[in-house]
């Protein structure tokens, strides 16, 4: 598979006209009765079988055809169908027949991470209804609930599934019982599926087309759809998906973005069946795509409301935001000459990755690189991922950083992305971005997640009972708090069992400042950290020892020291190395004592200079990402 | 033996060098060295290139002294061929493996096949590597009877524990026995120790040195042990039955040593050597740091004449196949490139008391010399007299003084 992976838009082919065995004959794009359309998507945890799920649909609909059916079909990038979890979200129309009428189906598929909650929240927008898919034998999970709750807000119809009742350990009986606690109805009422042995699919499809209200619209207003997701392709350029509310979008016609008003050519519209297939356009009600031939995905933002140039739309449609990066970390090639590489990269990157951005930044330990603005964690991850594998890259990232307001004593406000940004002289306040942090876990652990969560700075607002034996517990937490290792945390203090969720929820004023390290008395940009005042002492404790494991010893001694501004607060050092001397000359073997002298010097101008003191890039690299206590715990 | 594996051309049949050798070869001092490549028994930390008796598929130990023989006839063929002018050799010097689990007879004979094909220099240094269990009184006198001048005793240590992780399987006091045996038969005497084994004390080294000096040597040498990949003693290592040398331990114990001897009269003039005054120098040593011409005969032996370095065949069965068809037993050879001879001659001057002429070092070296005063790795004194010289600590960090002198 290519770079960017095969394309769904092969310049040339045209779908067969596919039909579902129960429906007659399918509805016409362009032209259908929005009381036929159904609009739903399905929320789910990562692993509890949404693609699966989604491929079944595909089949049983006879949207896709048995020889063509390919394991989670929807996921596109290689990462999503590694990984399992769907990173950019995509549109399905299925035909499906109940009592002799034949409905037109819209999935729309969902981000299933924490991370992209403004783009789940417009795939919500786009759908009157959703199928909640919880696993059968695990019950729902945070980041499900927080998506449940984003759409009961939006007032969406909500079908509860259990999936994976073929498992052995399904236990459909206690779970749907926890359904129902959370969304009312009865337990009766929770649908039992297995999208691997297809019990129970055609059933649920029934389902959407009895419960989900169908789209309402003024076919006769200006046209409005929303974008609810934007995909760059190598063949066709940006691919953007779009829910129409109002009016109608025709091949040929000029269509304007409102919130730039710039001006574009429909050079296509259709739908995906899942393959594209061009229409004579979208009517009310209906989920399509639009190619205009941009090539940039932030000329096409998810949340935009698109319009006609000739009869514009005066109102756009509302929940319209520009997501802003919430977590920043540096990013640098190990070796220094793929700077370029990984320019070009991001570069490519950017055009199918809207919230994604960077820009150059010059570290005295990792030499050149990318300061990096990423929505989350996991977004941060699957950048440095497809980074690293697409384009063969070998990186280190800096810890991760979120966004400072520092009030210096002379009224000046700095944001601080960056601990190098962090102003020196006195500082009279500094603000910190704070989440609303949902866990899930078996009841078991609440302790051990409260002493984390504490540990971290949190504030309990509440916790509840989910069923026998589960909880949520709610928090309020710095963000700066999460993004270092917590999730990890998370996961090891709890066996895997705890699920998390955050969402923004303001800032607060907090006491804290900036910890330098030093060696032998230079910087090392690096390693600082904005941390809470009483926390310095131990990220000082922390990297001083986790430095003076990793740098080899110098002719001289090093030391190593942490600092908040001109005060050491811990102090480390690399004793001197005495001997460094071959004693024999191997009966007159100077060839390799040569050979020896010359393997030195190549693994000393591979050493990065911070002072006078050679370090390799490997204990950056190391120190980073504290290797050196993962080994001591082997 | 283990080590990077060097990227060579392949050594000539004939053996013929290249007219480029010619160059300066009358300033240059001519030595061979003669390989006894058998030992009874291997050492856990040793990577040189010996074998004992089954390791031997065919090669015989006592057909080895006329195969030997037979490359110094050759040598002294290739040497006049080349059109290099006429050179007795300076020094000679046997060493293994165990050159002494020959006959004395052996020896003897190769030594007289040097003197016969390439001649011995008046007053030539003729030494021997000898194990303390395997020579006596009679063995050593017939040494000298035939011109050896020096033997070499490899006594390691004085320690019980410490020789039997070595392996060695010498009694210790059998050590003053055979220096007495070699003085009285009018050798020059040196010996040998090894330091910073595993398990090896400070106060254990300071007996081995004390006792050392007890058995009233001319020369010692010093090497700190070092672990050798592929050797058994770095599988001991690996999986945690031995030790790791501590190098600061090392460090301590040269300093020892360094001080034991200077007080005992004795003066470093390279890294791992010491002599009781400059007449006691090993000039066979000496020959090798300063860049000289050497044959070096025998299995996985390495020579070097001016600037051409090649190494024989390793196997003795491979050797022995060799010489009885009359072709060189070269294995691979390279040519040294200006700039790499230049390395090598900082490499290895840099290790000697005499050091490098500062005059003779580029201006980027001699700017780094400024620093390696400051940092107290080269002697202030010397340097302003015009030579880089190593100070105690220089001579512990040596090879960083290199790197820094050849940036």
Known sequence: MGQWGVSPFPPIKIPEERVSPKAVKALEPAATDPSFIRNFCIIAHIDHGKSTLADRMLGVTGAVADRDMRAQYLDRMDIERERGITIKSQAVRMPWALDGQTYALNMIDTPGHVDFTYEVSRSLAACEGAILLVDAAQGIEAQTLANLYLAMENDLEIIPVLNKIDLPAADPDKYAKEIANLIGGSPDDVLKVSGKTGVGVEELLDRVVERIPHPVGNPDAPARAMIFDSVYDTYRGVITYVRMIDGHLSPRERIQMMSTRAVHELLEIGVSSPEPSPTQGLGVGEVGYLITGVKDVRQSKVGDTVTTALKPSTEALPGYTDPKPMVFSGLYPIDGSDYPVLRDALDKLKLSDASLNYEPETSVALGFGFRCGFLGLLHLEIVTERLEREFNLDLIATAPSVTYEVTTDDKKVVTVTNPSEFPGGKISSVEEPMVKVGILAPKDYVGTIMELCQGRRGTLLGMEYFGEDRVELRYTMPLGEIVFDFFDHLKSRTQGYASLDYEPSGSQTADLVKVDILLQGEQVDAFSAIVHREKAYAYGLLMTERLKKLIPRQQFEVPIQAAIGARIIARESVRAMRKDVLAKCYGGDISRKRKLLEKQKEGKKRMKMVGRVEVPQEAFIAALSGETETKEKK | ?407
């Not at chain 2, 096949?113 to 006198?141: F, K, M, W």
Request: glycine letters at 8%; aromatic letters at 8%.
């Open chain 2, 1 to 407: 033996m283990a080590g990077p594996q060097l990227i060579a051309d392949p050594a000539p049949v004939d053996g013929a060098l290249p007219h480029s050798v010619l160059d300066g070869a009358e300033e240059r001092m001519l030595s061979v060295y003669l390989h006894v490549p058998f030992c009874r028994v291997r050492c856990g930390y040793c990577d040189f290139n010996t074998y004992t008796a089954t390791e031997l598929r065919g090669a015989k130990q006592s057909d080895y002294a006329s195969e030997a023989a037979a490359e110094v006839a050759f040598a002294g063929d290739v040497l006049r061929a080349t059109g290099l002018p006429d050179r007795q050799a300076s020094t000679v010097f046997f060493g293994g493996g165990t050159p002494t689990l020959l006959p004395a007879a052996d020896l003897i004979r190769m030594l007289s096949a040097v003197r016969d094909s390439i001649g011995l220099a008046p007053g030539a240094e003729i030494t021997t590597e000898a194990n303390p269990d395997s020579v006596d009184a009679d063995y050593l006198s017939a040494l000298a009877d035939a011109g050896f001048t020096r033997v070499s005793f490899g006594m390691q240590s004085a320690v019980p524990h410490v020789l039997a992780t070595l392996e060695r399987t010498h009694d210790p006091d059998r050590v003053p026995l055979v220096v007495d045996w070699a003085r009285r038969a009018g050798l020059q005497v040196s010996v040998d120790l090894i330091y910073g084994t595993p398990g090896e004390s400070l106060e254990d080294w300071s007996r081995s040195v004390d006792a050392a000096l007890a058995t009233g040597p001319d020369h010692l040498s010093a090497y700190s042990l070092i672990v050798e990949a592929g050797t058994k003693l770095a599988r001991q290592i690996k999986s945690g039955l031995v030790a790791q040398p501590d190098e600061d331990l090392q460090a301590d114990m040269y300093e020892m040593v360094d001080a034991r001897l200077e007080a005992a009269g004795f003066s470093w003039y390279e890294v791992s050597n010491w002599a009781k005054s400059s007449e006691f120098r090993s000039m066979h040593n000496l020959a090798y740091w300063r860049s000289q011409d050497w044959w070096g005969i025998g299995p996985g032996a390495h020579s070097h004449i001016g600037g051409v370095r090649w190494w024989n065949v390793k196997h003795p069965a491979a050797y022995a196949g060799r010489m009885s068809e009359g072709l060189s037993p070269g294995a691979g050879r390279e040519t040294l490139s200006a700039e790499t001879r230049e390395l090598e001659r900082i490499l290895l001057l840099a290790r000697t008391r005499d050091g490098i002429p500062i005059s003779t070092l580029a201006s980027e070296a001699r700017v780094a010399v400024a620093g390696l005063i400051a940092d107290d790795l080269v002697n202030a004194e010397a340097a302003l007299r015009g030579r880089v010289e190593l100070s105690l600590r220089g001579r512990l960090l040596a090879d960083a003084v290199v790197r820094r002198l050849t940036v």
